[in-house]
């Protein structure tokens, strides 16, 4: 018997919702973040890495950090600076951290560490898949040596956030997407509709982030501007996507009902470029390559997030 953490390799674009992700895993007893590695997204690829290593200093941690791709593969997409600030960070103006990014490319450090923890990895993606895509590109085998991959992406009834149908992390990079989903035989998902059932109410979040705590300082600040957006648009519930597939990945039994399916990814459409078409009555006889959470335990996402920004 091994008490061994699971090894987790986290690839994101942060972004605020990224961040509280991040917090989470930095907290879970039973999972060692082995690597951030880090796309273009939310924001432009030295925001997003600066973002990533200023995380991992204010929380205490040297999880190395990976910068990979700066563009999608195919064609240039429009960031998410309004819902998360200019610098993906709510433009706070922090003082950089000191620690530099690592000079492997993430594409490169997804390949190796798959192979340096094969069979017990973890994969999380939270951002635009493109660091993923390519690592499959340079070695197909990937997901053989990955024990579970989960996703924060998708609008399965194509209710999009970033267009009618789409939501931001396919449609940044639809054919990225198109990439991963083909080649994973099963990606555990955490889908924008599902984020939208799982908010949690802005009154609470204060509360928590009123913590005595560095990270829940640290977060309080990054955080204003996008919950101040959210409130405006979205009213007294706050959605944080990345924390809800975050949830998902570390606690998969808070899960209280998940629906296999078959995904594709549309990458040619004039309205529906990015939209992921779900199989929802198995006609096309492909293989459920997706399993959807519908629904998690809400109370025990909360506790976790409560829990992260209080952590020391
Ligand atoms: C996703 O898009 C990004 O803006 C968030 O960080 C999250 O990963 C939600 O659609
Ligand atoms: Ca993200």
Partial sequence: ?????????????????????????????????????????????????????????????????FPGADAPLVFPARDAAYVHGRDGF???????????????????????????????????????????????????????????????????????????????????????????????????????????AHGFLHEDAERWLAADSDRARFYASISAHTRAWSKQGRGERWHAADALAMAFALQPDGAQDVLGRPLAVETAGVHARGATIVDWNRQTGAPDNVNILMRYDQQRFEGMIQRALAAR
């Fill in 1 to 65: 018997m091994t008490n061994a953490r699971i090894p987790l390799l986290i690839d994101t674009d942060p972004g605020v919702d990224d961040a509280l992700a991040l917090l989470m895993a930095f907290d879970d007893p039973c999972h060692e973040v082995v690597a951030l590695t880090i796309a273009a997204g939310n924001v432009g690829l030295q925001h997003t890495v600066a973002n990533a290593l200023k995380l991992c200093e204010v929380c205490g941690v040297d999880t190395p950090v």
């Fill in 90 to 196: 709510g433009d706070t103006g922090y003082v950089p951290a000191s620690r530099k990014a690592q000079a492997e490319h993430a594409a490169l450090a997804i390949l190796r560490l798959s192979h340096e923890h094969a069979g017990k990895l973890l994969l999380v993606a939270l951002g635009p898949l493109t660091n993923i895509a390519l690592a499959l590109k340079l070695d197909p085998t990937l997901p053989l040596r990955i024990k579970r991959c989960v996703v924060m992406g998708a609008a399965v009834t194509a209710h999009g956030n970033i267009t009618p149908a789409a939501e931001f992390n396919i449609a940044f990079d639809p054919e990225a997407a198109h990439i991963v989903f083909s080649a994973f035989p099963k990606i555990d998902l955490a889908d924008w509709e599902a984020v939208l």
